[in-house]
């Protein structure tokens, strides 16, 4: 089997040149694409910064970083959550609901563009697939070792 009947080598070979055109636009817009992806997954009400590294697919260093990093650039602020005095929850400021517009203005053109030349079949196809292969990884028996 050569690399290109690899599953994998086709996912990671798209996710790397995605990622390059979502880092370029995020960068002219003075975020990163992690600042990105964590400005859209911040719900409106707060979410608990311990549900943000799951939903992000981050590990808790990175994420650390990264909401230290829109602390201080006062895209967020962080409070302790009422409900639970061990958690905190994560809230975007006023600065940080302007960059998520952006940043889903950014997600959105994107995808329309590449959805224009790919079509509306290809895209329903892609996202069916992509969402059986998550259903499958994310049950443990199917990501027993392989004898």
């Given at each position: ?6 599953l994998d ?11 390059k055109?979502y880092?370029a636009e995020a960068e002219?817009r003075?975020?990163t694409?992690?600042?990105g ?7 409106k009400?707060?979410t ?8 992000m697919?981050m590990?808790?260093t ?5 909401l230290?990093?829109?602390?201080e650039k006062?895209l967020i602020?962080r ?9 905190v929850r994560v809230?975007?400021?006023n600065?940080g609901?302007d960059?998520r517009r952006q ?8 995808n329309?563009?590449l959805a224009?030349?790919l079509g509306?079949?290809?895209i329903?196809?892609?996202?069916t ?5 998550n259903?499958i990884?994310?049950?443990?028996e199917h990501?027993t070792?392989?004898?």
């Amino acid at each position: 089997m050569n690399r290109e009947e690899i599953l994998d080598f086709y996912l990671r070979w798209s996710w790397v040149k995605l990622a390059k055109i979502y880092n370029a636009e995020a960068e002219r817009r003075g975020i990163t694409l992690s600042v990105g992806y964590a400005l859209l997954s911040i719900e409106k009400e707060g979410t608990p910064s311990t549900k943000l590294g799951p939903r992000m697919g981050m590990e808790p260093t990175s994420l650390s970083r990264t909401l230290k990093g829109m602390e201080e650039k006062g895209l967020i602020e962080r409070r302790p959550d009422p409900n639970d005095g061990r958690s905190v929850r994560v809230f975007l400021t006023n600065n940080g609901i302007d960059a998520r517009r952006q940043a889903r203005d950014l997600v959105v053109g994107i995808n329309k563009r590449l959805a224009s030349m790919l079509g509306d079949d290809t895209i329903k196809e892609l996202n069916t697939g992509l969402r059986k292969l998550n259903a499958i990884l994310e049950d443990p028996e199917h990501l027993t070792p392989i004898k």
